[in-house]
Nanobody
Framework: QVRLVESGGGLVQAEGSLWLSCLVS????????MAWYRQAPGKQRELVAR???????NYADSVKGRFTISRNNAKNTVYLQMNSLKPDDSAVYYC?????????WGQGTQVTVSS
């Protein structure tokens, strides 16, 4: 059974940093993109950053220059380095993995940024 295991969320002050990681537990054949989404209360889930299997990344405009997504294909892990955090970054962050056949979601990890 495939599970996406997220870690690294928490409470941080504005301008602080957090590092999220997501481990793919189990076997997924043909992983393509890996991504992070977030959802704040009362808002729709939005894409934060995505990275292809070739390492190309794209970001939401709101996080460009502050967040960095990376992946380790050998470890089936995707990371999100978040710097200069703002209160508006507070949300539940979800790991997302796309394979040839399926889309997988993690359970989410809470990130709270205090002003």
């Amino acid at each position: 059974q495939v599970r996406l295991v997220e870690s690294g969320g928490g409470l941080v002050q504005a301008e602080g940093s957090l590092w999220l990681s997501c481990l793919v537990s189990g076997t997924i054949i043909g992983i393509n993109d890996m991504a992070w989404y977030r959802q704040a209360p009362g808002k729709q889930r939005e894409l934060v950053a995505r990275i292809t299997d070739g390492g190309s990344a794209n970001y939401a405009d709101s996080v460009k220059g502050r967040f960095t997504i990376s992946r380790n294909n050998a470890k089936n892990t995707v990371y999100l380095q978040m710097n200069s955090l703002k209160p508006d970054d507070s949300a539940v962050y979800y790991c997302n993995v796309r394979s040839i056949w399926n889309i997988y979601w993690g359970q989410g990890t809470q990130v709270t940024v205090s002003s």
